[in-house]
């Protein structure tokens, strides 16, 4: 089956530096790509939508500026979370959907951010 | 806007016993899907089940199955002959068909089995 596959799993940086997080559709193409944002035994929180080729649409109250979405392939989508500090600190899912008329997703491993 | 409520947030099962997950939804929509998720403590998100709104029988899959009622929006899932690996947490799932297909998760519940 498809799958899609988020590196680092973990990931520990200093406040104020900058932390990329990757997101690959191993075996398939995905032209749209998810990023959630999840707290300790909460639910996924939908931050942005990662479009190949254009712009992401980011959901309300998410910071363009903190949270840089490139999706520059068909198969890549990064998050890049600048000036971190230790608010940022969550775990981080992508998914992308598939099948047809992408009525499935897949997610990715989840990546753990700690600011310190 | 789409909600989806999960009212239970913790549960525990004995283990083969068999225990539902409740999940209702508020949408205009006539065409989405409804999912629903396990979360294991590896935290990676693994597909349970997936019913496709205009139809009528409850999507199963092996011991897990779901009681849809479209007119009432609610979409609970059973799990039958409860198993130590199915300790996680589920998270019931919206997805309207547009652009992107976006998901809206609900809460989720926490379900324990105690063997």
């Known amino acids: 089956g498809a799958v899609v596959s988020q590196h680092p799993s973990r990931v520990i940086c200093k406040s104020g530096t900058s932390v990329k997080i990757e997101c690959r559709s191993l075996?398939?193409?995905?032209?749209?790509m998810f990023w959630y944002r999840q707290f300790p035994k909460q639910s996924l929180m939908l931050m942005a939508t990662?479009?190949?080729?254009?712009?992401?649409?980011?959901e309300q109250g998410v910071e363009k500026d903190k949270f840089l979405i490139n999706h520059a392939s068909l198969t890549l989508s990064t998050l890049t979370v600048t000036s971190a500090h230790p608010e940022d600190s969550s775990f981080y899912i992508c998914?992308?959907?598939?099948?047809?008329?992408?009525?499935?997703?897949?997610f990715g491993q989840g990546t753990r951010l700690t600011v310190v | 806007a789409q909600t989806v409520t999960q009212s239970q947030p913790e549960m525990s099962v004995q283990e083969a016993e068999t225990v539902t997950l409740s999940c209702t939804y508020d949408?205009?929509?006539?065409?989405?899907?409804l999912f629903w998720y396990k979360q294991p403590p590896s935290r990676q998100m693994i597909l349970v089940i997936r019913?496709?709104?205009?139809?009528?029988q409850n999507a199963t899959e092996n011991r897990f199955s779901v009681n849809f009622q479209k007119a009432a929006k609610s979409f609970s899932l059973k799990i039958s002959d409860s198993q130590l690996g199915d300790t996680a947490m589920y998270f019931c799932?919206?997805?309207?068909?547009?652009?992107?297909?976006?998901?809206?998760f609900g809460t989720g519940t926490s379900l324990t089995v105690i063997p």
């Open positions: 998914s992308a959907p598939w099948g047809g008329m992408n009525t499935e997703a897949f």
């Open positions: 075996d398939f193409q995905a032209t749209t």
């Open positions: 990662s479009n190949e080729g254009s712009k992401a649409t980011y």
């Open positions: 949408t205009s929509e006539n065409n989405y899907y």
């Open positions: 019913q496709e709104a205009y139809k009528q």
């Open positions: 799932a919206f997805m309207k068909l547009g652009p992107g297909n976006q998901f809206y």
